[in-house]
Protein backbone atom coordinates (compact mmCIF):
# COMPACT_ATOMS: atom_id res chain seq x y z
CA UNK A 1 0.00 0.00 0.00
CA UNK A 2 1.58 2.92 -1.05
CA UNK A 3 0.84 6.72 -1.82
CA UNK A 4 -0.18 7.54 -5.26
CA UNK A 5 2.82 10.00 -5.84
CA UNK A 6 5.28 6.71 -6.29
CA UNK A 7 7.85 7.00 -8.82
CA UNK A 8 5.94 5.44 -12.22
CA UNK A 9 9.09 3.28 -13.25
CA UNK A 10 8.57 1.67 -9.84
CA UNK A 11 4.75 1.20 -10.15
CA UNK A 12 5.65 -1.01 -13.12
CA UNK A 13 8.09 -2.83 -11.26
CA UNK A 14 5.63 -3.31 -8.52
CA UNK A 15 2.55 -4.32 -10.37
CA UNK A 16 4.29 -6.95 -11.97
CA UNK A 17 5.65 -8.73 -8.37
CA UNK A 18 2.85 -7.85 -6.28
CA UNK A 19 -0.83 -6.55 -5.05
CA UNK A 20 -0.05 -2.67 -4.88
CA UNK A 21 -2.67 -0.86 -3.44
CA UNK A 22 -2.38 3.02 -4.57
CA UNK A 23 -3.88 5.86 -2.24
CA UNK A 24 -4.81 8.86 -3.77
CA UNK A 25 -7.11 11.43 -1.58
CA UNK A 26 -4.25 12.13 0.90
CA UNK A 27 -1.11 11.84 1.13
CA UNK A 28 -0.20 8.34 2.28
CA UNK A 29 2.70 8.76 4.86
CA UNK A 30 2.50 5.93 7.01
CA UNK A 31 6.05 3.78 7.53
CA UNK A 32 5.45 0.74 8.49
CA UNK A 33 6.32 -2.84 7.21
CA UNK A 34 4.72 -6.37 8.31
CA UNK A 35 6.46 -9.64 8.41
CA UNK A 36 5.06 -12.55 9.17
CA UNK A 37 2.38 -12.60 11.82
CA UNK A 38 4.32 -11.14 14.66
CA UNK A 39 6.41 -9.00 13.66
CA UNK A 40 6.17 -4.99 12.80
CA UNK A 41 9.21 -3.08 11.08
CA UNK A 42 8.10 1.07 12.14
CA UNK A 43 10.33 4.24 12.13
CA UNK A 44 10.85 7.24 10.29
CA UNK A 45 12.87 5.94 7.40
CA UNK A 46 10.95 5.93 3.90
CA UNK A 47 11.97 3.46 1.36
CA UNK A 48 14.14 5.30 -1.04
CA UNK A 49 17.69 5.18 -1.71
CA UNK A 50 18.71 8.69 0.03
CA UNK A 51 17.04 6.79 3.79
CA UNK A 52 18.01 3.30 3.50
CA UNK A 53 21.71 3.98 2.27
CA UNK A 54 22.30 6.40 4.95
CA UNK A 55 22.35 9.82 3.35
CA UNK A 56 19.34 10.73 5.56
CA UNK A 57 19.40 10.56 9.43
CA UNK A 58 16.48 8.10 10.11
CA UNK A 59 15.82 4.84 12.67
CA UNK A 60 14.05 2.06 12.41
CA UNK A 61 12.66 0.04 15.30
CA UNK A 62 11.81 -3.85 14.88
CA UNK A 63 9.51 -5.11 17.02
CA UNK A 64 8.75 -8.91 17.65
CA UNK A 65 6.00 -11.27 18.82
CA UNK A 66 3.89 -8.68 18.07
CA UNK A 67 0.54 -10.73 16.53
CA UNK A 68 -2.15 -8.41 18.12
CA UNK A 69 -0.51 -5.41 16.43
CA UNK A 70 0.33 -6.78 12.98
CA UNK A 71 -3.46 -8.12 12.80
CA UNK A 72 -4.50 -4.06 14.24
CA UNK A 73 -2.52 -2.85 11.25
CA UNK A 74 -3.55 -5.08 8.84
CA UNK A 75 -6.73 -4.08 9.83
CA UNK A 76 -6.74 -0.55 9.61
CA UNK A 77 -4.92 -0.77 6.23
CA UNK A 78 -7.69 -2.98 4.83
CA UNK A 79 -9.96 0.12 5.55
CA UNK A 80 -8.31 2.47 3.27
CA UNK A 81 -8.91 0.31 0.14
CA UNK A 82 -12.10 -1.24 1.41
CA UNK A 83 -15.74 0.10 2.63
CA UNK A 84 -15.92 -2.11 6.13
CA UNK A 85 -16.89 -1.22 9.48
CA UNK A 86 -14.35 0.11 11.78
CA UNK A 87 -14.89 -0.45 15.18
CA UNK A 88 -11.23 -0.87 16.56
CA UNK A 89 -10.16 2.44 15.77
CA UNK A 90 -7.31 2.17 18.23
CA UNK A 91 -4.91 0.00 19.45
CA UNK A 92 -4.30 -0.67 23.22
CA UNK A 93 -2.52 -3.05 25.15
CA UNK A 94 -1.39 -2.02 28.45
CA UNK A 95 1.89 -4.65 28.97
CA UNK A 96 2.83 -4.54 25.32
CA UNK A 97 5.98 -1.99 24.75
CA UNK A 98 3.45 -0.05 22.44
CA UNK A 99 0.57 0.52 24.69
CA UNK A 100 -1.36 2.29 21.60
CA UNK A 101 -1.38 3.10 17.90
CA UNK A 102 -3.57 5.75 16.81
CA UNK A 103 -4.23 6.43 12.57
CA UNK A 104 -5.16 9.97 11.78
CA UNK A 105 -7.72 8.28 9.35
CA UNK A 106 -9.55 7.67 12.96
CA UNK A 107 -7.74 9.98 15.61
CA UNK A 108 -7.05 13.38 15.77
CA UNK A 109 -3.23 12.83 16.20
CA UNK A 110 -2.83 16.96 17.33
CA UNK A 111 -4.94 15.97 20.35
CA UNK A 112 -3.34 13.32 21.69
CA UNK A 113 0.16 15.21 20.93
CA UNK A 114 -1.02 18.15 22.96
CA UNK A 115 -2.62 15.91 26.04
CA UNK A 116 1.16 14.04 26.13
CA UNK A 117 3.08 17.36 26.13
CA UNK A 118 0.71 18.80 28.29
CA UNK A 119 1.28 15.36 31.15
CA UNK A 120 4.68 15.73 31.38
CA UNK A 121 6.13 15.95 35.07
CA UNK A 122 9.99 16.71 34.49
CA UNK A 123 11.33 16.49 30.85
CA UNK A 124 10.69 16.91 26.66
CA UNK A 125 12.66 15.76 24.42
CA UNK A 126 11.85 16.53 20.65
CA UNK A 127 13.98 15.38 17.46
CA UNK A 128 12.11 16.40 14.49
CA UNK A 129 12.53 16.56 11.07
CA UNK A 130 9.85 19.75 11.00
CA UNK A 131 8.39 21.81 14.16
CA UNK A 132 6.68 24.47 12.63
CA UNK A 133 2.75 23.84 14.24
CA UNK A 134 2.88 27.05 16.45
CA UNK A 135 -0.40 25.15 18.58
CA UNK A 136 2.03 22.84 19.64
CA UNK A 137 5.17 25.18 20.12
CA UNK A 138 2.90 27.61 22.26
CA UNK A 139 1.87 24.36 24.50
CA UNK A 140 5.45 23.70 24.76
CA UNK A 141 6.01 27.11 25.68
CA UNK A 142 3.21 27.37 28.29
CA UNK A 143 4.73 24.50 30.58
CA UNK A 144 8.53 25.33 30.02
CA UNK A 145 8.65 27.20 33.35
CA UNK A 146 8.25 23.84 35.08
CA UNK A 147 9.61 21.19 32.28
CA UNK A 148 12.98 20.27 31.03
CA UNK A 149 12.59 20.60 27.30
CA UNK A 150 15.33 20.09 25.01
CA UNK A 151 14.17 20.20 20.83
CA UNK A 152 16.55 19.07 18.20
CA UNK A 153 15.04 20.07 14.50
CA UNK A 154 16.52 19.89 10.95
CA UNK A 155 17.09 23.15 9.27
CA UNK A 156 13.73 22.97 7.31
CA UNK A 157 12.00 24.35 10.68
CA UNK A 158 13.90 27.58 10.19
CA UNK A 159 13.15 28.51 6.69
CA UNK A 160 9.35 27.32 6.53
CA UNK A 161 5.69 28.62 7.94
CA UNK A 162 6.92 31.83 8.78
CA UNK A 163 3.84 33.83 8.35
CA UNK A 164 2.90 32.41 11.74
CA UNK A 165 6.06 33.78 13.09
CA UNK A 166 5.43 37.58 12.56
CA UNK A 167 8.26 37.04 9.48
CA UNK A 168 10.26 35.17 11.64
CA UNK A 169 10.47 31.30 12.32
CA UNK A 170 9.75 28.61 14.85
CA UNK A 171 13.42 28.25 16.03
CA UNK A 172 14.08 31.90 16.65
CA UNK A 173 10.29 31.60 18.15
CA UNK A 174 11.34 28.66 20.18
CA UNK A 175 14.40 30.23 21.03
CA UNK A 176 13.15 33.66 22.64
CA UNK A 177 10.63 32.47 24.65
CA UNK A 178 13.67 30.20 26.41
CA UNK A 179 13.27 26.92 24.88
CA UNK A 180 16.34 25.01 24.08
CA UNK A 181 16.12 24.59 20.67
CA UNK A 182 19.33 23.61 18.25
CA UNK A 183 19.50 22.82 14.54
CA UNK A 184 20.92 19.85 13.07
CA UNK A 185 22.71 20.44 9.92
CA UNK A 186 22.49 17.02 7.89
CA UNK A 187 21.32 16.32 4.24
CA UNK A 188 18.34 15.36 6.20
CA UNK A 189 17.71 14.91 10.02
CA UNK A 190 14.17 12.91 9.50
CA UNK A 191 13.56 11.56 13.26
CA UNK A 192 9.85 11.86 14.44
CA UNK A 193 10.16 11.53 18.29
CA UNK A 194 8.62 13.04 21.23
CA UNK A 195 10.13 11.77 24.65
CA UNK A 196 8.03 12.54 27.46
CA UNK A 197 10.05 12.04 31.13
CA UNK A 198 11.50 8.85 31.50
CA UNK A 199 9.00 6.36 30.35
CA UNK A 200 6.85 7.38 26.94
CA UNK A 201 8.09 7.55 23.26
CA UNK A 202 5.70 9.13 20.60
CA UNK A 203 6.96 7.57 17.56
CA UNK A 204 5.65 7.61 14.16
CA UNK A 205 5.46 9.01 10.53
CA UNK A 206 3.76 12.09 12.13
CA UNK A 207 5.58 15.34 10.99
CA UNK A 208 4.66 18.97 13.02
CA UNK A 209 3.44 21.17 10.87
CA UNK A 210 0.12 21.87 10.39
CA UNK A 211 -0.51 20.78 6.76
CA UNK A 212 0.94 17.02 7.55
CA UNK A 213 -2.43 16.86 10.13
CA UNK A 214 -4.49 18.47 7.82
CA UNK A 215 -3.62 16.72 4.73
CA UNK A 216 -1.87 13.86 5.11
CA UNK A 217 -2.33 10.13 6.70
CA UNK A 218 -0.43 9.54 9.18
CA UNK A 219 0.15 7.55 12.69
CA UNK A 220 1.37 7.55 16.03
CA UNK A 221 3.13 4.88 18.18
CA UNK A 222 3.13 5.33 21.73
CA UNK A 223 5.87 3.29 23.67
CA UNK A 224 5.90 2.64 27.09
CA UNK A 225 9.69 1.91 27.57
CA UNK A 226 12.14 3.68 30.29
CA UNK A 227 14.81 1.42 28.20
CA UNK A 228 14.06 2.87 24.61
CA UNK A 229 13.94 6.64 25.90
CA UNK A 230 16.91 6.36 27.63
CA UNK A 231 18.77 5.16 24.29
CA UNK A 232 16.96 8.16 22.70
CA UNK A 233 17.70 10.43 25.21
CA UNK A 234 21.47 8.76 24.52
CA UNK A 235 21.49 9.33 20.66
CA UNK A 236 19.71 13.47 21.13
CA UNK A 237 23.74 13.88 22.99
CA UNK A 238 25.62 11.92 20.49
CA UNK A 239 23.88 13.55 17.47
CA UNK A 240 24.75 16.82 19.26
CA UNK A 241 28.85 15.54 19.68
CA UNK A 242 29.19 14.24 16.62
CA UNK A 243 27.47 16.50 14.18
CA UNK A 244 27.08 19.89 13.28
CA UNK A 245 24.36 21.00 15.27
CA UNK A 246 23.99 24.85 16.18
CA UNK A 247 21.97 26.97 18.98
CA UNK A 248 19.68 29.64 17.27
CA UNK A 249 22.70 32.12 17.81
CA UNK A 250 25.69 29.99 15.82
CA UNK A 251 23.16 29.04 13.30
CA UNK A 252 22.46 32.60 12.63
CA UNK A 253 26.45 33.19 12.69
CA UNK A 254 26.47 30.18 10.42
CA UNK A 255 24.71 31.87 7.92
CA UNK A 256 26.40 35.25 7.92
CA UNK A 257 29.83 32.90 7.03
CA UNK A 258 27.84 31.18 4.48
CA UNK A 259 26.49 34.85 3.13
CA UNK A 260 29.64 35.90 2.96
CA UNK A 261 32.09 33.08 1.96
CA UNK A 262 33.79 32.86 5.37
CA UNK A 263 35.51 29.70 5.81
CA UNK A 264 35.53 28.87 9.95
CA UNK A 265 38.96 28.61 9.94
CA UNK A 266 39.16 32.15 9.65
CA UNK A 267 36.61 33.13 12.39
CA UNK A 268 36.46 32.61 16.60
CA UNK A 269 33.65 32.92 19.05
CA UNK A 270 34.49 35.18 21.57
CA UNK A 271 32.54 37.03 24.93
CA UNK A 272 30.16 35.85 26.90
CA UNK A 273 28.58 32.74 24.74
CA UNK A 274 31.55 30.68 26.04
CA UNK A 275 29.94 30.99 30.09
CA UNK A 276 26.69 30.13 27.96
CA UNK A 277 28.18 26.75 26.41
CA UNK A 278 29.76 26.10 30.19
CA UNK A 279 26.15 26.64 31.44
CA UNK A 280 27.23 28.90 33.72
CA UNK A 281 25.01 32.23 32.51
CA UNK A 282 22.56 33.06 28.82
CA UNK A 283 24.76 35.21 26.73
CA UNK A 284 22.27 37.61 24.84
CA UNK A 285 24.06 37.53 21.32
CA UNK A 286 27.57 36.30 19.93
CA UNK A 287 30.69 38.27 19.75
CA UNK A 288 33.39 37.18 17.06
CA UNK A 289 36.55 38.12 15.35
CA UNK A 290 37.96 37.36 11.79
CA UNK A 291 41.19 37.22 10.88
CA UNK A 292 42.68 40.48 9.27
CA UNK A 293 42.71 39.31 5.60
CA UNK A 294 38.70 38.16 6.28
CA UNK A 295 38.12 41.77 8.33
CA UNK A 296 39.66 43.66 5.20
CA UNK A 297 37.87 41.67 2.62
CA UNK A 298 34.04 42.05 3.71
CA UNK A 299 35.60 45.95 4.53
CA UNK A 300 34.31 45.78 8.16
CA UNK A 301 35.36 48.55 10.52
CA UNK A 302 38.10 48.01 13.28
CA UNK A 303 34.72 48.92 16.13
CA UNK A 304 32.11 46.83 16.79
CA UNK A 305 29.65 46.04 14.08
CA UNK A 306 26.48 44.40 14.49
CA UNK A 307 25.87 41.67 12.06
CA UNK A 308 22.86 40.38 12.53
CA UNK A 309 19.81 39.90 15.50
CA UNK A 310 22.11 38.52 17.73
CA UNK A 311 25.63 38.08 16.12
CA UNK A 312 28.23 41.05 16.39
CA UNK A 313 32.05 41.38 15.18
CA UNK A 314 33.78 42.67 18.27
CA UNK A 315 36.71 45.38 17.87
CA UNK A 316 39.98 44.70 16.26
CA UNK A 317 42.52 42.80 18.99
CA UNK A 318 39.97 42.11 21.53
CA UNK A 319 42.01 40.10 23.63
CA UNK A 320 44.62 42.69 26.29
CA UNK A 321 47.65 41.29 24.69
CA UNK A 322 47.08 38.93 21.80
CA UNK A 323 45.99 39.67 18.61
CA UNK A 324 42.87 38.32 16.38
CA UNK A 325 45.09 36.49 14.45
CA UNK A 326 47.26 34.94 16.78
CA UNK A 327 44.35 33.71 18.89
CA UNK A 328 42.49 32.49 15.52
CA UNK A 329 45.40 30.80 14.19
CA UNK A 330 46.91 28.76 17.78
CA UNK A 331 45.18 26.22 19.31
CA UNK A 332 46.88 27.35 22.70
CA UNK A 333 43.90 30.19 22.51
CA UNK A 334 41.13 28.47 21.49
CA UNK A 335 39.03 25.50 21.18
CA UNK A 336 36.72 23.91 18.93
CA UNK A 337 33.07 23.31 19.08
CA UNK A 338 31.52 20.28 17.61
CA UNK A 339 29.85 21.98 14.99
CA UNK A 340 33.63 23.31 13.58
CA UNK A 341 33.92 26.94 15.12
CA UNK A 342 36.23 28.27 17.22
CA UNK A 343 35.65 29.58 20.78
CA UNK A 344 37.95 31.03 22.37
CA UNK A 345 39.73 29.62 25.62
CA UNK A 346 38.16 30.53 28.90
CA UNK A 347 41.66 32.10 30.18
CA UNK A 348 41.05 34.22 27.22
CA UNK A 349 38.06 35.46 28.48
CA UNK A 350 39.23 35.59 32.00
CA UNK A 351 42.00 38.26 30.53
CA UNK A 352 39.11 40.16 29.16
CA UNK A 353 37.10 40.89 32.05
CA UNK A 354 40.11 41.49 34.16
CA UNK A 355 41.42 44.13 31.80
CA UNK A 356 37.64 46.07 31.34
CA UNK A 357 36.61 45.41 35.37
CA UNK A 358 32.89 46.51 34.87
CA UNK A 359 30.21 45.86 37.17
CA UNK A 360 29.11 43.15 35.00
CA UNK A 361 32.46 41.50 34.31
CA UNK A 362 33.20 41.23 38.26
CA UNK A 363 29.88 39.62 38.51
CA UNK A 364 31.29 37.15 35.18
CA UNK A 365 34.43 36.65 37.26
CA UNK A 366 32.65 35.21 40.47
CA UNK A 367 30.38 33.14 38.21
CA UNK A 368 33.66 31.19 36.90
CA UNK A 369 35.06 31.41 40.02
CA UNK A 370 32.44 29.45 41.63
CA UNK A 371 32.34 26.64 38.68
CA UNK A 372 36.42 26.12 39.73
CA UNK A 373 35.75 25.51 43.14
Known amino acids: MVDYSMNKM ?17 LFHHKTILIDSDIVITGSSNLHLNSVMGYDTEYILKLENQENLVNYHKYIFKSYSENIDITNK ?3 EENNIVRNVWYSKYTDLMGKILYY ?18 VIIDKLIEISK ?20 NKSNAIEYLYTNNIDV ?17 NIALLGSQNLYDKSFKNHYEDISLFNSE ?4 LFKSQYDWLLNNYKCYSYKEWE ?10 NKNGICIVGSHLLEKLNIRKSNDIDFILNTGERNRLKLPKHNKTCGKHIEIVSYNWHPIINDDELIKNENYHIFLPNGFKIC ?9 IKHNREKDKLDLKLIENINK
Open 345 to 353: KLQMLIDKK
Open 146 to 165: NIDIKILLDKRSFERDREQF
Open 182 to 198: KIIDTKLFHYKVILIDN
Open 253 to 262: LNLFCDKNSI
Open 90 to 92: QFS
Open 227 to 230: ILCT
Open 10 to 26: FQNLFDNKCNLIYIKEK
Open 117 to 134: INSAKKSIVIMHFWLTSK
